[in-house]
C-alpha cells in the first residue's frame, strides 16, 4: 500500500520509568496486526525492549522505533526510555518524532517523568497528549490523575476517554467522549455497550468540557456552540485537530495496554487530530532556513540515533524532504563526505525490513555509513542543507573506570569508542595527572549498563571507582637553598652547585629567573637548572601533587671546568627543590567549581543545607522562567562526585545543575591532611 506524507504520524511516547509506555506500543503492534502476540516485560519478549540489559533490568534503555499501519495511514512510534539517565534517548525521540504522548500510571499521581516530559515537549513546541495508563490496576485513579493534570496545565488539557468503573471497583469499559459510546475488550475485540445510568450525570460536565474545547478553536463553531446546537463528529474532530496543532489543546486519553483497552481509540486519536510530517512546524536549518516536507523536494534526512553491535551499525533517520531509494548516494553536510545509502530499512525494534522507498516525513534506517553520526544531516549534493542538530544534556558524574584484569586498558577503550556511536551523552578522558581512565555520564544506571555492556560485548570486565580529584600544592614563603651535586667515579666525575631563591609566583606555571654575578654558573647551564625545577614542580612535596605559583631565582653557585654538565647542574636543581620547598610552608590548594542548581521552591531549604555540608558558598540566587530557583554557589570539587545522585534523591528528580571549574585556593587543615593520607595510602598500594 502506496502510503503519502499526508498519511504518516510520528509519535513519541514519553513518560516516568515503568508509567507503561512500552506495553502500550506492544498493545498497539498486537491489535493492528504487526506482531502476532503481545509481548510482556515481565516475560522479556517485547519489540522494543530486545537489550539483553533492557530484558534483566527490565526496564527501557534505548529508544526502540516500530511502526504500524493503521486506516490506510502509517505510524511510527518511538518508545523511549523514562529513567533520567537515558535523557539522551528522549532527546533523540523528540528530534524524530512530531507529537508526543506522555504516559502515566492511574495511581503514580504527577510524577518528575511526567513534568519533564511535558517540558521537552513544549521546549520543542510540538502537539501533546496524555495516557492515563493501567487504569485496570488496583488502587488506579483516573480522576485524580485527571484533576491534577488540569491543575497544572490548565483548562487546555481535555478529556476524550473516560473508564467505566464498576460496583467492585474495577474498571468495566470506557466511554469515548466524542463520539459518546461506552464499550469494552473482549478476546481482543471491541464490545459495544450501554453506557451505566449512574454515570450520565457526571458525564455531562466532561462533554462539555469537550464541547468548550472544541469551540475554542473556530469562531464559526464558537457561535454555533453559544447557539446551543450540537457538533456534528466531523466539526468535533474538526476543532480539536485544529487545538492540537496549534498547541491550545491537549487531549487525555487512557486505557489498559494489557486488555487492549483504549489502544485503538488512542489510534484512532493519532490519525484523526495530530498532524502529519507536512502539517507541523516546518523543519529549520542551522543558518535559518526552512526544509521543506515536500516530496517533489531534494532529498535530506537527519541521523536521530545510531545503532551498533559485533555486526555493525544502523543508522535511524527521518527523511526531512524529497525521497530516500536503495544505492542513492547522499553528502553528509558536516563532513562533506559522499554515503551510500544501499539497502534501506523499516526498523520494528531492532529487527529491519527492507524496503524500497523512504518519503519525506517517514522514518527508517541504513546500515554501514562510513563517516555519519547521530544528529548528521544527509542531502542531495546538489542542495546541501544542514538541519539544526539534537542537544544532548552535558554530563554530570563521573567515575574512574579500570579493568578487572591488568593491561585491558586499551580493550575498554576500544570497547567505549564503540558504546560512544549509540550514546553520546558520556564521555571518556584518561587523566595523565591522577592516571585514571574517567567516564562522566547521567547517572550511575547509565554507568552500570556501559560496565555490562563492555562484558556482554566486548569481554571486558571492568570496575568503577570514585575519580581522583586533581589537587594542586604551593609555597606560602620565601626560603633560599643551595643544591650541590658531585660524584667521582673514575674518569671524568659530575658537579653542579646551585643556589636558588624560592618564593610564591604570580602565575600558575614556574616563574624562573636568575641573578648570577661573575659568572658563578656558566650561562649555558640556565637552561638545565630551569629543566631540573619544572621536571621536579610536577611532584610536590606534600602529596605528590603538582606545584603551582612558584618563583624560583638561581642567584649563585660553582661549576668544574672539567666535570661540569647539564645533566649535573639539572640534578642540582632538583636536589635544591627537595631540600627548600619543605621549608618554604607548602600547602595544598582544591578545585572550586561554579555550581548553579535550579530546583523547586519547595527544595531550596533541603539544597542550602547540602551545600553547607559541602562546604559550598552560596553567591545568589534568582528564579527562571518556569518559576524554579536557580542557586549559583562556589564548592570543592573535591566534595561534589556524587552531587548528580544526591541531588535526584533530595529533588525526586526535579533538580539539575551546572559545574565549572573555576580556580584553586587553599584547602582547610583538616581537608588537607585527609588528601596527604590517601595519597600515602595509593602510594602504598602501588
Same mark, same amino acid.
Given at each position: 500500500?502506496?502510503?503519502?506524507?499526508?498519511?504518516?504520524?510520528?509519535?513519541?511516547?514519553?513518560?516516568?520509568?515503568?508509567?507503561?509506555?512500552?506495553?502500550?506500543?506492544?498493545?498497539?503492534?498486537?491489535?493492528?496486526?504487526?506482531?502476532?502476540?503481545?509481548?510482556?516485560?515481565?516475560?522479556?519478549?517485547?519489540?522494543?525492549?530486545?537489550?539483553?540489559?533492557?530484558?534483566?533490568?527490565?526496564?527501557?534503555?534505548?529508544?526502540?522505533?516500530?511502526?504500524?499501519?493503521?486506516?490506510?495511514?502509517?505510524?511510527?512510534?518511538?518508545?523511549?526510555?523514562?529513567?533520567?539517565?537515558?535523557?539522551?534517548?528522549?532527546?533523540?525521540?523528540?528530534?524524530?518524532?512530531?507529537?508526543?504522548?506522555?504516559?502515566?500510571?492511574?495511581?503514580?499521581?504527577?510524577?518528575?517523568?511526567?513534568?519533564?516530559?511535558?517540558?521537552?515537549?513544549?521546549?520543542?513546541?510540538?502537539?501533546?497528549?496524555?495516557?492515563?495508563?493501567?487504569?485496570?490496576?488496583?488502587?488506579?485513579?483516573?480522576?485524580?490523575?485527571?484533576?491534577?493534570?488540569?491543575?497544572?496545565?490548565?483548562?487546555?488539557?481535555?478529556?476524550?476517554?473516560?473508564?467505566?468503573?464498576?460496583?467492585?471497583?474495577?474498571?468495566?469499559?470506557?466511554?469515548?467522549?466524542?463520539?459518546?459510546?461506552?464499550?469494552?475488550?473482549?478476546?481482543?475485540?471491541?464490545?459495544?455497550?450501554?453506557?451505566?445510568?449512574?454515570?450520565?450525570?457526571?458525564?455531562?460536565?466532561?462533554?462539555?468540557?469537550?464541547?468548550?474545547?472544541?469551540?475554542?478553536?473556530?469562531?464559526?463553531?464558537?457561535?454555533?456552540?453559544?447557539?446551543?446546537?450540537?457538533?456534528?463528529?466531523?466539526?468535533?474532530?474538526?476543532?480539536?485537530?485544529?487545538?492540537?496543532?496549534?498547541?491550545?489543546?491537549?487531549?487525555?486519553?487512557?486505557?489498559?495496554?494489557?486488555?487492549?483497552?483504549?489502544?485503538?481509540?488512542?489510534?484512532?486519536?493519532?490519525?484523526?487530530?495530530?498532524?502529519?510530517?507536512?502539517?507541523?512546524?516546518?523543519?529549520?536549518?542551522?543558518?535559518?532556513?526552512?526544509?521543506?516536507?515536500?516530496?517533489?523536494?531534494?532529498?535530506?534526512?537527519?541521523?536521530?540515533?545510531?545503532?551498533?553491535?559485533?555486526?555493525?551499525?544502523?543508522?535511524?533517520?527521518?527523511?526531512?524532504?524529497?525521497?530516500?531509494?536503495?544505492?542513492?548516494?547522499?553528502?553528509?553536510?558536516?563532513?562533506?563526505?559522499?554515503?551510500?545509502?544501499?539497502?534501506?530499512?523499516?526498523?520494528?525494534?531492532?529487527?529491519?525490513?527492507?524496503?524500497?522507498?523512504?518519503?519525506?516525513?517517514?522514518?527508517?534506517?541504513?546500515?554501514?555509513?562510513?563517516?555519519?553520526?547521530?544528529?548528521?544531516?544527509?542531502?542531495?549534493?546538489?542542495?546541501?542543507?544542514?538541519?539544526?542538530?539534537?542537544?544532548?544534556? &552535558?554530563?554530570?558524574?563521573? *567515575?574512574? @573506570?579500570?579493568?578487572?584484569?591488568?593491561? $585491558?586498558? #586499551?580493550?575498554?577503550? +576500544?570497547? /567505549?569508542?564503540?558504546?560512544?556511536?549509540?550514546?553520546?551523552?558520556?564521555?571518556?578522558?584518561?587523566? &595523565?595527572?591522577?592516571?585514571? *581512565?574517567? @567516564?562522566?555520564?547521567?547517572?550511575?544506571? $547509565?554507568? #552500570?549498563?556501559?560496565? +555490562?555492556? /563492555?562484558?556482554?560485548?566486548?569481554?571486558?570486565?571492568?570496575?568503577?571507582?570514585?575519580?581522583?580529584? &586533581?589537587?594542586?600544592?604551593?609555597?606560602?614563603?620565601?626560603?633560599?637553598?643551595?643544591?650541590?651535586?658531585?660524584?667521582?667515579?673514575?674518569?671524568?666525575?659530575?658537579?653542579?652547585?646551585?643556589?636558588?631563591?624560592?618564593?610564591?609566583?604570580?602565575?600558575?606555571?614556574?616563574?624562573?629567573?636568575?641573578?648570577?654575578?661573575?659568572?658563578?654558573?656558566?650561562?649555558?647551564?640556565?637552561?638545565?637548572?630551569?629543566?631540573?625545577?619544572?621536571?621536579?614542580?610536577?611532584?610536590?612535596?606534600?602529596?605528590?601533587?603538582?606545584?603551582?605559583?612558584?618563583?624560583?631565582?638561581?642567584?649563585?653557585?660553582?661549576?668544574?671546568?672539567?666535570?661540569?654538565?647539564?645533566?649535573?647542574?639539572?640534578?642540582?636543581?632538583?636536589?635544591?627543590?627537595?631540600?627548600?620547598?619543605?621549608?618554604?610552608?607548602?600547602?595544598?590548594?582544591?578545585?572550586?567549581?561554579?555550581?548553579?542548581?535550579?530546583?523547586?521552591?519547595?527544595?531550596?531549604?533541603?539544597?542550602?543545607?547540602?551545600?553547607?555540608?559541602?562546604?559550598?558558598?552560596?553567591?545568589?540566587?534568582?528564579?527562571?522562567?518556569?518559576?524554579?530557583?536557580?542557586?549559583?554557589?562556589?564548592?570543592?570539587?573535591?566534595?561534589?562526585?556524587?552531587?548528580?545522585?544526591?541531588?535526584?534523591?533530595?529533588?525526586?528528580?526535579?533538580?539539575?545543575?551546572?559545574?565549572?571549574?573555576?580556580?584553586?585556593?587553599?584547602?582547610?587543615?583538616?581537608?588537607?591532611?585527609?588528601?596527604?593520607?590517601?595519597?600515602?595510602?595509593?602510594?602504598?598500594?602501588?
Amino acid at each position: 500500500m502506496a502510503i503519502g506524507t499526508e498519511s504518516i504520524r510520528n509519535i513519541a511516547l514519553l513518560g516516568h520509568g515503568s508509567s507503561g509506555k512500552t506495553s502500550l506500543s506492544e498493545s498497539i503492534l498486537f491489535l493492528t496486526g504487526s506482531v502476532d502476540r503481545l509481548g510482556r516485560i515481565a516475560d522479556g519478549n517485547t519489540v522494543g525492549d530486545s537489550d539483553t540489559e533492557e530484558i534483566k533490568r527490565q526496564i527501557s534503555i534505548s529508544l526502540a522505533t516500530t511502526s504500524v499501519e493503521y486506516r490506510e495511514h502509517r505510524v511510527n512510534i518511538l518508545d523511549a526510555p523514562g529513567y533520567f539517565d537515558f535523557a539522551g534517548e528522549v532527546k533523540q525521540a523528540l528530534r524524530a518524532a512530531d507529537a508526543g504522548f506522555i504516559v502515566a500510571g492511574a495511581k503514580d499521581g504527577l510524577t518528575v517523568g511526567l513534568e519533564k516530559s511535558w517540558k521537552y515537549l513544549a521546549d520543542r513546541k510540538l502537539p501533546r497528549a496524555f495516557y492515563i495508563s493501567k487504569v485496570d490496576e488496583e488502587n488506579g485513579d483516573y480522576d485524580a490523575l485527571f484533576s491534577a493534570l488540569r491543575e497544572r496545565y490548565g483548562s487546555s488539557v481535555c478529556p476524550m476517554i473516560y473508564p467505566i468503573i464498576g460496583a467492585n471497583g474495577k474498571v468495566e469499559g470506557l466511554i469515548d467522549l466524542i463520539k459518546r459510546q461506552a464499550f469494552t475488550m473482549q478476546n481482543g475485540k471491541r464490545v459495544d455497550m450501554d453506557i451505566p445510568e449512574s454515570m450520565k450525570g457526571d458525564l455531562e460536565a466532561l462533554y462539555l468540557a469537550v464541547n468548550e474545547s472544541v469551540a475554542e478553536t473556530d469562531e464559526e463553531l464558537m457561535d454555533k456552540y453559544f447557539s446551543g446546537e450540537e457538533f456534528t463528529l466531523e466539526e468535533k474532530i474538526r476543532g480539536l485537530k485544529a487545538g492540537v496543532k496549534d498547541l491550545t489543546l491537549f487531549p487525555v486519553f487512557c486505557g489498559s495496554a494489557t486488555q487492549g483497552l483504549g489502544t485503538l481509540l488512542l489510534l484512532d486519536a493519532v490519525v484523526n487530530l495530530f498532524p502529519s510530517p507536512a502539517e507541523g512546524a516546518a523543519e529549520t536549518t542551522e543558518d535559518g532556513g526552512v526544509i521543506a516536507c515536500d516530496v517533489s523536494g531534494a532529498a535530506s534526512a537527519i541521523v536521530y540515533k545510531t545503532l551498533s553491535d559485533q555486526y555493525g551499525k544502523f543508522s535511524l533517520f527521518k527523511v526531512l524532504s524529497g525521497k530516500v531509494t536503495p544505492d542513492v548516494s547522499l553528502t553528509n553536510s558536516r563532513t562533506g563526505t559522499l554515503e551510500k545509502m544501499g539497502h534501506i530499512y523499516k526498523m520494528q525494534g531492532k529487527k529491519s525490513i527492507e524496503v524500497k522507498e523512504l518519503i519525506a516525513g517517514d522514518l527508517g534506517a541504513v546500515s554501514k555509513l562510513t563517516d555519519t553520526k547521530t544528529g548528521d544531516t544527509l542531502c542531495d549534493a546538489k542542495k546541501i542543507v544542514t538541519a539544526k542538530g539534537i542537544e544532548f544534556p &552535558a554530563p554530570c558524574y563521573s *567515575m574512574a @573506570i579500570a579493568p578487572k584484569t591488568k593491561g $585491558q586498558e #586499551d580493550k575498554i577503550a +576500544a570497547g /567505549l569508542t564503540r558504546l560512544s556511536d549509540e550514546d553520546l551523552t558520556f564521555t571518556v578522558v584518561n587523566n &595523565a595527572e591522577t592516571h585514571q *581512565m574517567v @567516564i562522566s555520564g547521567q547517572g550511575d544506571i $547509565q554507568l #552500570d549498563v556501559l560496565c +555490562a555492556r /563492555l562484558k556482554d560485548k566486548f569481554g571486558v570486565e571492568v570496575q568503577l571507582s570514585p575519580a581522583r580529584v &586533581a589537587y594542586r600544592e604551593k609555597i606560602r614563603k620565601k626560603v633560599e637553598v643551595q643544591g650541590r651535586h658531585k660524584k667521582q667515579s673514575g674518569g671524568h666525575g659530575q658537579f653542579g652547585d646551585v643556589k636558588i631563591r624560592f618564593e610564591p609566583g604570580e602565575t600558575e606555571d614556574l616563574t624562573f629567573a636568575e641573578e648570577v654575578f661573575g659568572g658563578s654558573v656558566p650561562r649555558n647551564f640556565f637552561p638545565a637548572v630551569e629543566k631540573g625545577l619544572r621536571d621536579s614542580i610536577s611532584k610536590g612535596v606534600l602529596a605528590g601533587y603538582p606545584l603551582v605559583f612558584l618563583k624560583a631565582t638561581l642567584f649563585d653557585g660553582s661549576y668544574h671546568p672539567v666535570d661540569s654538565s647539564e645533566m649535573a647542574f639539572k640534578t642540582a636543581a632538583q636536589l635544591a627543590y627537595k631540600d627548600g620547598i619543605p621549608q618554604a610552608s607548602p600547602v595544598l590548594l582544591e578545585p572550586i567549581g561554579y555550581l548553579k542548581v535550579t530546583i523547586p521552591d519547595t527544595y531550596m531549604g533541603d539544597i542550602m543545607s547540602d551545600l553547607s555540608k559541602r562546604r559550598g558558598s552560596p553567591m545568589g540566587m534568582s528564579a527562571d522562567t518556569d518559576g524554579n530557583q536557580i542557586v549559583e554557589a562556589e564548592v570543592p570539587m573535591g566534595e561534589m562526585s556524587s552531587y548528580a545522585i544526591d541531588l535526584r534523591s533530595i529533588t525526586q528528580g526535579r533538580g539539575s545543575f551546572t559545574l565549572e571549574f573555576v580556580r584553586y585556593e587553599e584547602a582547610p587543615a583538616t581537608v588537607q591532611q585527609k588528601i596527604i593520607d590517601d595519597a600515602k595510602a595509593l602510594a602504598a598500594e602501588e
